[in-house]
């Protein structure tokens, strides 16, 4: 049945016997979709035949809830119903105004035919259905609406509603919708993991159901559904994502198209989606999680919103090499009474390095040059990973020197050193002591002197400094101008 801004959906009609009367529920579908509401017109018919005829409007206090083992919803809603004649003239409905008392079917079986489940409209097996009043109470008809005893949907009951209006809400229509979708629109793979979890299934029905099936609804869904293929999303994980407002989804599914679906972009993306539900950040395009929380973060967007040389030319470089990927996290242990340890162990296997923070109760600015100290450890992981597969131009013939003297002596048993730690330290302090205290001073506003900020630079590199560069009590001045900065910034990070 059609009209001018509407069709009555007659594919499904729910037929309700209580008392004398029959109720026939059917959807209607608007020209222009509405996700705050649904209709649905009600024909009623009493024992002499007479047939009167109602437009029920139920404004949504929540989406349509979607349980695929009832096929069936969960509707949360407020109705508002109106009485109405149809002009045969023109085909134009006049809405009536009179007092009407509403009251619906509800069932809240279980799948294992016992009742006390979520409440849902009755499906074809639910054998817990209860009327129940849903809409205006009208006193004035002469029955108590709160009299009626319990009912079904093929009769029964008491007389409390028999003067009322029942409806068993009908948004059946939709049902139609999700058939075509799963059967149309889903390849078998896919299919098998939408089906694979009831709680995956129904958050894509119930998004489906609140765009009325568009075309974008409906390709955003399939692209979640690949993504949660591809990374094995458990249903937890996947219906957070589902829901992100900052479009997870769709990031990790261009990156995986980009890289192929590689085991290694697959390994990258599920700990992005780890760490982001964590609290968390990954940067797909720069292929870089940040899992820093706190004071220990501030600092990085610090360091990153200044995007300073040094930044550019060690964590920055993560940004423009797909083969590898940077997790900064505080996830992690750390030997000794190190505040921060880079761990590129793994780089060979999978391409990730992890800088891992242990506390974050130092000063803004010694952070900041915790921050860039660990970035030039993953640089040189990073380095040394391309220079072993052939893909880096660039020669360090001193770095790879004392990669090969410690591993020389790593049998020596008077060394009980790290080989690889000790070449990466003994290389940072020949090299980026003065580079750290340049960064940190740019990002203090050059507010003092260098040699103010060269202890950040030295700080964990003093021991290598096998060329007595701190000689005379020049380390002991370089920490106490330390201080001075500290006491005396206005970078900070509460």
């Known amino acids: 049945m059609k009209h001018s801004n509407f069709t009555i959906d007659t594919t499904s009609i729910k037929k309700i016997n209580y008392g004398k009367n029959i109720t026939y529920t059917m959807f209607i579908k608007r020209s222009e979709f509405n996700e705050n509401y649904f209709e649905n017109l009600i024909l009623k018919i009493d024992s002499v035949k007479n047939v009167e005829a109602y437009i029920v409007k139920y404004t949504l206090n929540s989406p349509l809830e979607f349980y695929s083992e009832h096929e069936s919803f969960s509707i949360d809603a407020e109705p508002e119903i109106t009485r109405i004649t149809l002009e045969n003239t023109d085909d134009s409905i006049m809405a009536r105004s009179t007092c009407i ?105 119930t998004y489906l159901i609140s765009k009325n099936f568009s075309v974008f609804s409906v390709l955003d869904s399939k692209l979640a559904i690949n993504v949660g293929m591809a990374l094995s999303l458990d249903y937890k994980v996947f219906n957070w994502a589902f829901k992100n407002s900052n479009n997870i989804l769709e990031r990790a599914s261009s990156y995986l198209t980009k890289n192929g679906n590689s085991p290694q972009s697959i390994a990258f993306a599920l700990e992005g989606l780890l760490v982001t539900k964590d609290g968390g950040d990954v940067d797909f395009e720069d292929q870089i999680i940040n899992n820093l929380k706190g004071k220990a973060n501030c600092a990085y967007q610090k360091l990153k919103k200044q995007n300073g040389d040094l930044f550019k030319t060690t964590i920055g470089k993560f940004i423009d090499d797909p083969k590898y990927n940077l997790i900064i996290t505080t996830v992690g242990a750390c030997g000794g009474e190190d505040t921060a340890c880079t761990n590129g162990r793994e780089v060979d296997k999978d391409g990730t390095i992890k800088i891992i923070f242990k506390n974050a109760y130092e000063p803004t600015l010694e952070l900041a040059a915790s921050i860039l100290h660990e970035g030039i450890h993953a640089e040189l992981f990073r380095y040394v990973s391309r220079r072993k597969s052939g893909v880096d131009p660039n020669d360090r013939p001193r770095l790879l020197q004392l990669y090969q003297y410690y591993k020389g002596i790593v049998d020596n048993p008077n060394y009980n050193g790290d080989p690889v730690t000790d070449a990466q330290h003994t290389y940072m302090a020949e090299n980026y002591v003065k580079p750290i205290a340049e960064a940190i001073r740019s990002l203090d506003g050059n507010k003092y002197l260098l040699e103010y900020y060269m202890w950040y630079g030295w700080e964990g590199l003093e021991k290598y400094d096998f060329e007595n560069r701190l000689a005379n009590g020049l380390d002991t001045k370089y920490n106490n101008y330390q201080e001075i900065v500290n006491n005396n910034t206005s970078v900070k990070c509460d």
């Open 101 to 205: 008392s509403l009251y619906s079917t509800r069932c809240n079986g279980t799948l294992n035919s016992g009742c006390g489940g979520a409440w849902h409209t009755p499906g074809p097996n639910c054998q817990c259905v209860v009327i129940y009043e849903s809409g205006l109470d009208c006193s004035t008809q002469g029955d108590d609406p709160n009299t009626g005893g319990g009912g079904d949907s093929s009769g029964g009951g008491g007389g409390g509603y028999n003067d009322g209006v029942v409806t068993a809400p009908n948004v059946d229509a939709y049902l139609w919708d999700l058939k075509n979708f799963t059967s149309g629109e889903l390849s078998s793979d896919q299919r098998s993991y939408y089906n694979s979890n009831a709680n995956i299934k129904n958050n894509i029905n």
